[in-house]
């Protein structure tokens, strides 16, 4: 398989993209649009998480995002989940049975991710983009659950 650096000059396509943080490779993700999955991942240069410097809980300061360009749909779950399961990158939760419910204590750990969520808008803003329960958010950065 040959990767290609991210170019954003070229039009967005439907392929896979891995995500390495200071080196190490930690996400693989497939899409329709890969440039336009990217930005709703706030991982672009000038993103909300390139800004703080956080990607899923992760902290880094070199980033790297590589491309390989697949039309078909099915070959492209089938090759994600397939590397998915041989790298068992650490951001992957979804299909990588190693990773299931660490999503959280990933992010607990790490001391910027108040200032992830305030670079987001608001909790429920980074709820969304992390996709994790406005409780759980609430908790990592508060330190208690809300009162329901």
Known sequence: MK???LNLNAP???GLYRIALDGRLVYIGQAY?????LKSHGILPGG????AGLFKGIAFESLDIKTY???CKLKRIGVERRLIRKLK????ISGNPNNKGKAVSIMAKNAQFRKFVRLVG????ASRLLNISPGHIS???NGKRPVT
Request: net charge neutral; aromatic share 10%.
């Open 33 to 37: 649009r890969v440039i336009s999955r």
């Open 122 to 125: 608001s909790q429920a803003d």
């Open 89 to 92: 990158p650490p951001a992957c």
């Open 69 to 71: 360009e697949i039309a």
């Open 3 to 5: 990767w290609k650096p």
């Open 139 to 141: 908790l990592l950065y």
């Open 12 to 14: 967005d396509f439907s």
């Open 48 to 51: 909300v998480c390139d800004k």
